[in-house]
Every structure is written in structure tokens, then in C-alpha cells.
């Protein structure tokens, strides 16, 4: 079994179980749930640098990144060093990230959140906007397109933007809709985890330009994003590269810094 097919059967198990703990009339009590949300979609269409960072302790690929570095100044120092937006695992078996990590990154900064996590149900994107997250993370390779339509239509009538990740031409092709807003090109194989650029370039001319393209996974220097940019990208998602320092925020604000020259 791949390392995604696990992810997925214990996903399930998981939203059954979270979904008899905290019925969704809870989750739509919740303060944040009437909080207006910042959509990173409009960021990311003004900003010149189009900088996604993500707080992430571990992954299935890398093993431990960071335990170290607390949400909370990992937040603020996204922040205060001029990103566009932060992206927060809240798998926890798999990412070692939770939903308390999604409201400490809310309580600290202003910055639109995406809730980075393997969605199948529509009680995640309720617990998303229970948590104060403005963006939501649909993975083509694991919903079929009705799917997508039913979570993407949800999204967007409690106000969060949807950003699509897709890996090659059939899972893009399945999955252009009007209600998404940025489409995301992951240059990681999930099955084996290898990265290329290439998958970015090479889907690039295929996205409508209705979309926000977004380019994820294997960026971690600003050669990457001169090579990219031209293809039409305007986000960059960017996790291990910040989360691997000792400073996430001042690796981040280098980062944009050497960017900006």
C-alpha cells in the first residue's frame, strides 16, 4: 500500500471518529466561524513575491523537520517577514500537526490561513472555518470530480478560497470548476515522493488564467520561482526549506529579502 492510500484509510477513520466527538452544530457555534476571512487568492494576484509558508514539523518523507519551533513564533515570524500567507498541517499521525496548531498560527496573525490536510469530508471544511482558516486544500489525486465539486461548492459558501492541488494533465483536466480559486502544481510524486520542476512547467500553459497558479513542493531557492515566474505562477508554497532553520520567520525574511533584488 503507498504511502497515500494509508493516509486516506486512516483519514477516515479518523473524521468518523472526530464527527461523534464534535457534532458540526458545535463547530458552527464556534467564534471564528463568523470571522470574515482574507482571501489568499487576492493576496497572492498583488503581491511581488507570492511567498506561501507552512509550518510543518515532520512528513512521511523526510521524517522529523523541526519539533522545536512553536506555531506561535513561527507565525509571527512569517509575518513580520512579509509573506503572502502560512499553510499549516493539521494531519497529526502522518504531519505531526493539529487543529490547535491552526488556531494558535489565527490568535497571532493577521495572514489568510490555509488548513493544509487530506480533505474528504465536508465536516473538515466546517472544522476549517470553526478554526479560523481562510483556504482550504483539495488533492485531486484522492477525490473523484463530483467530489471536488460537492467540497469546493461548500468552501466557497462559507467564504474560504479553495486551492486545488493536482500532480498531471488528467487530474487537471478533471478538476477545472468555477468554484475554484487557485489551482496548485505539486512537483512532488506522492506514491514516490521524488520532486521535479518540470510538473510545474509542463502543466503551466494548461491552467486557465481564471485561476491563481500556484506552485508546490521542491522550492527551496529563489532561482526556482525566477523559473517559474514566467510560467505564469504567482504563489510558492514553501515549507521544509524555512521550517528546517533554527528561525523559520528570519529564514523566510531572507528569503524574500534575496528575492526582492
Avoid: W
Avoid at 184 to 199: H, I, M, P, Q, W
Wanted: aromatic share 4%.
Amino acid at each position: 500500500m503507498d504511502i497515500l492510500t494509508k493516509i486516506i484509510t486512516d483519514k477516515r477513520i479518523e473524521v468518523n471518529l472526530r464527527k461523534q466527538l464534535i457534532p458540526i452544530k458545535q463547530l458552527e457555534q464556534s467564534v471564528l466561524f463568523e470571522r470574515e476571512t482574507i482571501s489568499l487568492a487576492k493576496t497572492l494576484q498583488k503581491s511581488n513575491t507570492g511567498i506561501i509558508a507552512e509550518h510543518k514539523r515532520r512528513s512521511p518523507s523526510k521524517q522529523t523537520i523541526n519539533n522545536s519551533l512553536n506555531v506561535f513564533d513561527v507565525a509571527k515570524g512569517y509575518e513580520n517577514a512579509g509573506v503572502c500567507g502560512m499553510s499549516v498541517l493539521t494531519d497529526g499521525k502522518y504531519f505531526g500537526g493539529s487543529l490547535d496548531d491552526l488556531l494558535t498560527a489565527r490568535s497571532c496573525s493577521n495572514l489568510p490561513l490555509l488548513r493544509k490536510e487530506f480533505i474528504i469530508d465536508t465536516y473538515q471544511i466546517i472544522e476549517a472555518k470553526a478554526h479560523g482558516a481562510d483556504v482550504i486544500l483539495l488533492i485531486a489525486s484522492i477525490l473523484s470530480k463530483a467530489e471536488i465539486k460537492l467540497l469546493s461548492e461548500l468552501a466557497k459558501q462559507l467564504h474560504l478560497d479553495v486551492l486545488l492541488e493536482v500532480h498531471n494533465e488528467e487530474e487537471l483536466q478533471k478538476s477545472i470548476m468555477p468554484s475554484l480559486d487557485m489551482l496548485g502544481v505539486n512537483n512532488r510524486n506522492l506514491k514516490t515522493f521524488e520532486v521535479s520542476l518540470d510538473t510545474s512547467m509542463e502543466l503551466s500553459e494548461l491552467i486557465p488564467n481564471d485561476f491563481v497558479k500556484v506552485s508546490e513542493s521542491g522550492i527551496s531557492n529563489i532561482e526556482a520561482i525566477r523559473t517559474l515566474r514566467p510560467c505564469g505562477y504567482k504563489g510558492f508554497l514553501i515549507g521544509e526549506n524555512f521550517m528546517k532553520t533554527k528561525n523559520a520567520g528570519e529564514s523566510a525574511a531572507q528569503f524574500i529579502k534575496d528575492l526582492q533584488q
